[in-house]
């Protein structure tokens, strides 16, 4: 009998010796979050955060809402991203409060509305930064996509690296067709920045490239997606495919695509403690090494 209990106890001390060297990063990382760690610590990071901060259909204003803005700006805060995508704003003016509202720590842009009521961002975080590093200096544009904007940033982290540019897009939520021209002149776009730049294209895509039920594969609606997605997979990876769904109504529709090689991914997590109000979107984190 007292072998057994010998043998017990020392199985549970060696439990508890795994659980202590185990690294802390794994230990804490929240459920559903997709990690890879490393030891190099030469390795430079990048955060990327993608979120479409509008609110449900059901609500009579689905664009982004006032007074949700400080909590997004206390998620953003959180979470520390380089680089934050953001969809369905109202205008510049949201922007500009919400800007307030993390300090000034990052720069903004909304792009052109063209003829629809509402705009993509992108907000870049320019501290800290060396005062003769020459880095996250950030040159925003924007360019028409699929009969839409989409916005861009282009920024370094450190002075002697490649340029990144991030992009922040939103393709139309009923028509597929209109979902797969974004999508090619997004994907067209990115590949004329050259090879020198590290592009990432993030978003709400809206994309409906589920396979549980087969038959809809069959739809046009989904072979104009699959192509969509095949389209972009062809140059891009599809960095936060393993996080799930992005939405409450159980769709995987937010996406951030990166490079295919280059880079390798650290972590990817669907912030699904972070939406606000009626908001129907989960903010996307994904973390890469360069």
Not at 157 to 181: G, T, Y
Request: proline share 3%; charged share 25%.
């Amino acid at each position: 009998m007292s072998l057994k209990v010998t043998l017990a106890v020392l199985f549970f001390c060696s439990l508890l010796v795994a659980f202590a060297i185990r690294p802390e990063a794994e230990r804490t990382a929240r459920p559903g979050a997709i990690s890879n760690y490393s030891d190099n610590q030469n390795e430079k990071r990048l955060r990327l955060l993608s979120w479409n901060i509008g609110n449900g259909d059901l609500e009579s204003e689905t664009r982004a809402h006032m007074e949700d803005l400080p909590d997004v700006a206390r998620v953003i805060l959180r979470n520390d991203p380089d680089a934050v995508a953001l969809q369905e704003l109202s205008g510049e003016d949201q922007l500009k409060f919400l800007l307030k509202q993390l300090g000034h720590h990052y720069r903004g842009f909304v792009n052109s509305s063209g003829s629809g009521d509402r705009v993509e961002a992108l907000i870049v975080r320019v501290e800290p930064v060396a005062a003769d590093d020459g880095a996250r200096n950030v040159a925003f544009d924007n360019f028409p996509a699929g009969g839409r904007f989409a916005a861009a940033a282009t920024f370094r982290l450190h002075k002697n690296w490649p340029e990144i540019v991030v992009l922040s897009v939103h393709a139309d939520a009923f028509n597929a067709s209109a979902r797969r021209a974004l999508v090619g002149d997004v994907v067209d776009w990115s590949r004329s920045r050259g090879n020198n730049k590290i592009v990432f294209i993030a978003g709400d895509f809206n994309l409906e490239v589920g396979t549980r039920n087969r038959n809809n594969l069959f739809t046009n609606d989904a072979k104009h997606d699959s192509e969509s997605y095949a389209y972009l997979l062809k140059y891009f990876a599809d960095l936060g495919r393993a996080a799930g769904q992005t939405s409450v109504n159980e769709r995987r529709i937010d996406y951030v695509f990166g490079p295919a090689s280059g880079v390798s991914l650290r972590h990817a997590e669907v912030l699904r403690d972070a939406a606000v109000g009626h908001m129907d979107h989960w903010p996307l984190l994904v973390e890469v090494g360069l």
